[in-house]
T-cell receptor, first 115, second 114 residues
Framework: AQKVTQAQTEISVVEKEDVTLDCVYE???????LFWYKQPPSGELVFLIR??????QNEISGRYSWNFQKSTSSFNFTITASQVVDSAVYFC????????????FGKGTTLSVSS | EAQVTQNPRYLITVTGKKLTVTCSQN?????MSWYRQDPGLGLRQIYY???????DKGDVPEGYKVSRKEKRNFPLILESPSPNQTSLYFC?????????????FGPGTRLLVL
């Protein structure tokens, strides 16, 4: 069965610290997609990244970077030099090619960045 | 502007009073779905629709109905709301009938059932 685990419920850092949010997934499909979404205090869900199972290249976008490792079924998200505006709940999600159409979400990690 | 809109954004109601949360997208997406978000549980899918007149249950469909009469609209109907349906609801859409495309979410609807 498909599952996404975000073991870190809450993380608190001070501005300019680097922080890594962990995501571990389970799937039997060989074709699948992984996502990260950000939910700021205002409540909306903001799409950050989508990665398919055949593309293990790490990605960097500004201060954000993602490390996809199929060998450990992980898709971790790192924020470099964190800022107060990064404070949000971050969700990792999985979709399987075969299994249907739902996005399977982890329970989220609440990141608090203090100044 | 390409977007998914939901109305209302906030709603307080009482047990048993039928309500509808509307969802509309202007991106001509085939796929639409509803999720609910609860503390400690993340987001869970309620219903989804692959295209007009095609709907199916997600993980937590009990107590909800949907319809897809037009491509752009996908209303969520609570025939007899109960307090355990107090939640934050999100509508989402994506360009195709699979999840190889990214789902885009509406702004959310906060529902309180007393």
């Amino acid at each position: 069965a498909q599952k996404v685990t975000q073991a870190q419920t809450e993380i608190s850092v001070v501005e300019k610290e680097d922080v890594t949010l962990d995501c571990v997934y389970e799937t039997r499909d060989t074709t699948y997609y992984l996502f990260w979404y950000k939910q700021p205090p205002s409540g909306e869900l903001v799409f950050l990244i989508r990665r398919n199972s055949f593309d293990e290249q790490n990605e960097i976008s500004g201060r954000y970077s993602w490390n996809f490792q199929k060998s450990t079924s992980s898709f971790n998200f790192t924020i470099t030099a964190s800022q107060v505006v990064d404070s949000a709940v971050y969700f990792c999600a999985l979709s399987e090619f075969q299994a249907g159409t739902a996005l399977i979400f982890g329970k989220g990690t609440t990141l608090s960045v203090s100044s | 502007e390409a977007q998914v809109t939901q109305n209302p954004r906030y709603l307080i109601t009482v047990t048993g009073k039928k309500l509808t949360v509307t969802c509309s997208q202007n991106m001509n997406h085939e796929y639409m779905s509803w999720y609910r978000q609860d503390p400690g549980l993340g987001l869970r899918q309620i219903y989804y629709s692959m295209n007009v007149e095609v709907t199916d249950k997600g993980d937590v469909p009990e107590g909800y109905k949907v319809s897809r009469k037009e491509k752009r609209n996908f209303p969520l109907i609570l025939e007899s709301p109960s307090p355990n349906q107090t939640s934050l609801y999100f509508c989402a859409s994506s360009p195709r009938d699979t999840l190889q495309e990214t789902q885009y979410f509406g702004p959310g609807t906060r529902l309180l059932v007393l």
